[in-house]
Structure formats: C-alpha cells, structure tokens
C-alpha cells in the first residue's frame, strides 16, 4: 500500500506564507483524487481542498483565495501552497489520498500561526 507522508508544517507570523508537501511512497497516477484536511485541538477534522484525478480542483470557502492545491505526477507530490496565513488557520495538516480502491492518509503535519 502506498504511505503518504506530509512535509513543511511549522511555526509562521500572520500574514505569512507555507507550502505543504505530500510524498507519496508510489505513483498517484491512477488515484481517483488527493486532498488535504486539517483539525484543530478540540476541533473535528476540516475538509481544505482536493485535486481530482483531472485536475480540477477544489477548495473550502474558509481557504479560497488563499490556499491552492497542485501535484506533480512525476514525483509523485502533492501540494498545499498556503498564503496571507491567519491564526484560525493553525491546526495539524493531513493529506489524503483516494486510490479507487482504500483510503490513505498521512501522519499530520503541525501548522502554527502567531499573531
């Protein structure tokens, strides 16, 4: 089974700019999609957006403008480019993946976002 595995959480001021990667230990060629989510202490875990298997893509309303979605099949990547960060988006970042025939998810990636 393929592990997908999250990179490039950490510590940024408001305002700030992350980019979230998701390495996948197989090709995610013929994955239906790959999304991200994210959950805050105390919180269910947030849907952020997903690139379905065309390309299309989808992003919360609570990120839209803000966050975009992208991959690069040759590296069997995807990514989570975060801008003009805010304190409501500190959480733990999951990636997740639907390869048509189980559900992936990765361990977490930790965002924090001072003010």
């Known amino acids: 089974q393929v592990l997908l595995v999250e990179s490039g959480g950490g510590l940024v001021q408001v305002g700030g700019s992350l980019r979230l990667s998701c390495a996948a230990s197989g090709s995610i060629v013929g994955f239906n999609s790959m999304a991200w989510y994210r959950q805050s202490p105390g919180k269910g875990r947030e849907w952020v957006g997903t690139?379905?298997?065309?390309?299309?893509?989808n992003i919360a309303d609570s990120v839209k403008g803000r966050f975009t979605i992208s991959r690069n099949y040759a590296r069997n990547m995807n990514y989570l480019q975060m801008n003009n960060l805010k304190p409501k988006d500190t959480a733990a970042y999951y990636c997740?993946?639907?390869?048509?025939?189980?559900?992936?998810w990765g361990q977490g990636t930790q965002v924090t976002v001072t003010s």
């Open positions: 997740y993946a639907d390869s048509g025939s189980t559900n992936i």
């Open positions: 690139i379905a298997q065309h390309g299309d893509t």
